[in-house]
């Protein structure tokens, strides 16, 4: 065999070689590439049936289906009704049912995450994040912390820049974190908590449950304003914590902190700050500020809030509460928010979540307000159109709750009652820490929901002008 034929051969052996190396490379890389195919999914697949095929169950539009539903025939899951709706696909209305303006679940937002299905779903690994930590290192999902400050920039509702950020079980948990890191320990003197009446009921009920040496509630704001007020700075040593909540539940009103004094600290509840519930004038810029994904998307099951917090040494003690109370949230739930934020703020086209929320609630109160204001029974809180930054535009009011009084002198002491009788469901205003002339009615439930009560509260004024002409 000559020189130049085994040459060849050599060539040609190498080049197979080369082209054998390439193919199963590239086979490697074309079966790595086809598991996560549309069409050829693996683990997944039979999730996403699951999820899917549940999803399509028909409810008539007045209820759900779910997959970790209580109501299952034959093993599988069967619809969850709506209030006042029965049936197995919840055609059946119950027309003597009253009007459910109770809870504050906010799934007025519902239709908009129905309207993004695709973009919003999560499908979660059984072995997504087992440990108790992220890398080891936090309890916190930094991903999720840093979308969040992307969102408020993008908002324009909360400075938090050079600030902290922790994360709870909901915005409730972290008040009383706030407060115990608020609190000085082993003093003489517990700290005061006061709330501007009227509040939401939690402050109270909790701060008492919890019966901490260090704090204690009291509601009656306006005499610690005044006492504080008087004294000299060096003449105290009673440390006040001030509740403020901006927007107000129940009334909407935007407020601020009142006591002024060098003892006197303030929590923000800033949770129905958002676009959907009130013009955002400025960038809150608050010491410490609660928010929660319940107001910000709808998804209320999922508790988890956040604190901004100015002041490092409240930032590590509100930790060291978190950390001993629950150590942590869960990873499913920030997951969960992590993907809702990024579908929020990657939005392109089409209506926004705030686009959305503003829409229903400015419709449902101006439907409310237009049947209210033709009573002589009953009126509602007074909210004025503001210019809105976000929307670059004068907006009317859309709060979350109708704040009703009853105006008559016999119905001043149990307008609830007065209510009740009608068929209309809300909460007495003893439970906010005022008068029960007073009523919270819900505005961010379902359709049905606020239907509902629209159609009694006709009823309720039609009696009043009959009884006028008898």
């Not at 079966?31 to 996560?36: D, G, I, L, S």
């Not at 819900?442 to 009959?466: A, H, Y």
Request: hydrophobic letters at 35%.
């Amino acid at each position: 065999m000559g020189k130049a034929t085994r040459s060849l051969i050599i060539l040609i052996l190498l080049l197979i070689s080369v082209c054998s190396l390439t193919l199963n490379v590239l086979l490697i890389i074309f079966k790595r590439v086809r598991v996560f195919d549309d069409d050829e999914l693996s683990w997944s697949r039979r999730a996403a049936k699951e999820a899917e095929r549940v999803a399509a169950i028909s409810c008539s539009g007045h209820g759900r289906a779910y997959m970790d539903s209580s109501l299952v025939v034959d093993e599988q899951p069967v619809c969850e009704c709506n209030s006042c709706y029965a049936g197995s696909h919840c055609q059946k209305l119950l027309p003597s049912c009253p009007a459910n303006a109770d809870g504050g679940d906010p799934l007025f937002l519902e239709p908009f995450w129905m309207e993004n299905a695709g973009s919003s779903a999560i499908l979660v690994a059984g072995w997504h994040r087992m440990s108790y930590t992220f890398n080891q290192s936090s309890f916190m999902s930094k991903q999720l912390e840093a979308r969040i400050r992307q969102m408020h920039a993008i908002v324009g509702n909360a400075v938090t820049e050079g600030k902290y950020i922790i994360f709870g079980t909901g915005s409730s948990q972290l008040v009383n974190a706030a407060i115990h890191a608020l609190s000085p320990h082993n003093s003489s003197s517990p700290s005061i908590v006061v709330p501007l009446i009227p509040y939401y009921p939690l402050y109270k009920l909790q701060t008492e449950y919890f019966q901490e040496v260090d704090y204690k509630f009291e509601e009656d704001e306006s005499l610690w304003m005044n006492k504080m007020n008087s004294y000299s700075n060096d003449n105290t040593t009673t440390t006040l914590i001030e509740i403020v909540t901006s927007p107000n539940n129940p009334d909407g009103q935007l407020n601020r902190a009142r006591l002024q004094h060098p003892n006197a600290k303030a929590i923000y509840d800033r949770v129905y700050y958002w676009p959907h519930f009130t013009a955002i004038s400025a960038p809150a810029d608050d010491d410490i500020m609660l928010f929660s994904l319940s107001k910000l998307t709808g998804h209320a099951g999922s508790r988890l809030g956040w604190a901004v917090v100015k002041d490092e040494t409240v930032f590590t003690r509100m930790s060291g509460y978190m950390s001993l109370n629950t150590m942590g949230v869960s990873h499913e739930s920030q997951l969960r928010a992590l993907h809702l934020m990024k579908v929020i703020i990657e939005r392109k086209e089409g209506e926004t979540i705030f686009d959305f929320g503003y829409k229903t609630m400015r419709n449902r109160w101006e439907k409310l307000n237009d049947i209210i204001s033709l009573s002589k029974r009953f009126s509602l809180q007074k909210l004025e159109s503001q210019y809105c930054n976000f929307f670059n535009k004068i907006r009317g009011p859309s709060p979350a709750y109708a704040w009703l009084k009853c105006l008559r002198k016999e119905e001043e002491k149990d307008c609830s009652a007065v209510l009740t009788a009608a068929n209309i469901n809300g909460r007495r205003g003893s439970t906010y820490g005022d008068e029960d002339k007073y009523v919270r009615l819900s505005l961010v439930r379902t359709q049905d929901d606020f239907d509902n009560l629209l159609s009694r509260v006709k009823i309720l004024i039609s009696e009043e002008d009959s009884a006028k002409s008898i």
